[in-house]
């Protein structure tokens, strides 16, 4: 019978899972060397979900113990008497150990066995990747294997994020509603109406509103853009929205990362966090759930691996406090289908989102960025964006390309209303066959349009103003999130 103790107190017995397993590692004062840590352990050192015991009438046979390490697990102990093996102890407690571990949020099962039970753990579906020094036997090694956990992540599966220039079915947007955030919401409904209406000319929107504003917003859209009462606290689709992913048969499915308003900086947030779910069955795609705390406006994909983002932001210790900058990569790759993360340093005193990527610098095609200028006098700035751009041009995307960096001006001669005021130029929109970007009436407004004219030929780029967005700390990407038509990747 397999139990889960809340302490082993309860298991007088233990000690004869050592004398009746004696002899099976092939060395007997070893493995009862390597046994007495176990019988020592005391109530609090473990709980429940900690440890397995299997018992069989009256006698302990099998214990196993699961640790966290990392992003990985451990199976730090699991031991079987040699005659339960066959009767299924092993199984089941390593069995258990999978769950445990798929419970802690790990991506793999890492075990040192000893040599005998090797091809057990191989037979269980573990793979074999090395050997590691055993800390029992001074001068032995034992075989390393690894049991992966996320065979069923998107990666894995063969899904990928798209650039956001391939075809879309529609655009997802949310009603603002947060009166701390929006000074003069009247005034950012009509700024919000216009950049919805503005999308609508290329592609179907879709604008979640809360069923308490829902007169309101029908108020200010006109038929053309359909409306979806969700509960929601904000309105910021890219960061509370899914990452829409596409499969190479054109099956689509989506990320649904964990958001807590960047950080922590609002509340409350639960409403947002549930829309990405909320978004993704209207959909009708699989959703794929995300431990990483994470937001779409933080990243930048090109559609063939690569990925930006910032040191600023996903490992700040506001959301992620528990990650390693490594497993903050290796979650984005598998669930995001990419080869290679590129970190830039980002803006660590931006106030709203601790330095997203898309208001610093974004793909606008394979191998090439459109990244803010350092260049422009009088930009307090300037530091921050220079270090950007000295990682960018310092990095290669997945495929070992250099990256080619295009400068975009922001928009300093903006009346910026507030410390939060948005502006970014590299904050737009891409559209089936459009580009809408923001204009904040004044000179920058021709420079920067020209730009994204020659990186988007073909495209017809519509202006904007969006100062009643802007002011609240984001731009027509923030409140934007595209969703990929169904096709295959040309």
């Not at 853009?225 to 499969?247: K, M, Q, Y």
């Not at 069955?281 to 990483?292: D, I, M, P, Q, T």
């Not at 590129?342 to 601790?354: F, Q, R, S």
């Not at 005021?421 to 920058?444: D, H, L």
């Amino acid at each position: 019978m397999l139990i889960r103790p809340p302490h082993l107190d309860e298991f007088p017995h233990l000690s004869t899972l050592c004398l009746r397993s004696k002899g099976y590692w092939g060395y007997d004062e070893v493995f009862l060397e390597a046994c007495r840590p176990v019988l020592t352990l005391r109530p609090e050192d473990l709980t429940s979900s900690d440890i397995a015991v299997a018992e069989d009438s009256g006698s302990v046979i099998g214990l196993v113990q699961v640790t966290r390490d990392g992003r990985d697990a451990e199976l730090a102990k699991l031991f079987v008497a040699p005659e339960a093996i066959g009767g299924g102890a092993g199984k089941a407690l390593y069995l258990w150990a999978l769950e445990r571990s798929k419970a802690l949020g790990a991506r793999s099962l890492r075990i040192e066995a000893d040599p005998g039970a090797a091809p057990f753990y191989q037979h269980m579906g573990a793979v074999l990747e090395g050997s590691a020094p055993s800390e029992a036997v001074p001068g032995r090694h034992l075989p390393l294997l690894r049991h992966r956990l996320d065979r069923d992540r998107p990666k894995t599966q063969g899904f990928r994020m798209p650039a956001e220039w391939e075809p879309h079915l529609r655009c997802w947007m949310m009603w603002p509603r947060r009166e701390e955030v929006w000074p003069d919401l009247e005034k950012t409904y009509l700024d919000y109406a216009r950049v919805a209406h503005a999308i609508a000319a290329f592609e179907p929107v879709v604008m979640a509103v809360h069923p308490e504003d829902m007169e309101i917003a029908k108020r200010h859209l006109d038929s053309s853009i359909t409306l979806l009462a969700v509960p929601i606290d904000d309105s910021w689709a890219r960061d509370a929205g899914p990452c829409f992913l596409l499969h190479g048969d054109g099956r689509r499915a989506g990320v649904d990362f964990n958001f807590n308003a960047w950080g922590g900086k609002y509340a409350p947030f639960d409403s947002d966090n549930a829309f990405a779910a909320a978004a993704l069955r209207e959909a009708g795609v699989e959703r794929f759930a995300s431990k990483l705390t994470a937001e779409g406006g933080g990243i930048s994909v090109d559609g063939e691996g690569t990925a930006l983002t910032t040191l600023s932001c996903f490992p700040n210790a506001n959301r992620n406090p528990d990650w390693r900058l490594e497993e903050i990569t290796s979650e984005l790759e598998e669930m995001l289908g990419l080869d290679k993360v590129i970190w830039l340093p980002g803006d660590a005193d931006e106030l709203e989102t601790d330095g997203h990527v898309d208001g610093i610098a974004v793909f606008c095609g394979p191998g090439r960025v459109l990244a803010e200028t350092a260049s422009q006098a009088g930009d307090d700035l300037a530091e921050v964006k220079q270090a950007n751009l000295d990682a960018l041009k310092a990095a290669q995307d997945a495929k070992g390309r250099p990256l080619e960096v295009l400068e975009m001006p922001a928009a300093l001669s903006a009346d910026c209303r507030g410390e939060r005021f948005c502006n970014s130029y590299v904050n737009f929109y891409i559209a089936n066959g459009g580009i809408v970007m923001p204009r904040y009436g004044v000179a920058e407004d021709d420079w920067a349009r020209e730009i994204l004219e020659d990186a988007f030929p073909g495209r017809e780029v519509v202006m904007v103003a969006i100062d009643d967005v802007a002011v609240g700390g984001g731009g027509i990407h923030c409140i934007t999130q595209q969703e990929p038509a169904p096709h295959s990747k040309v």
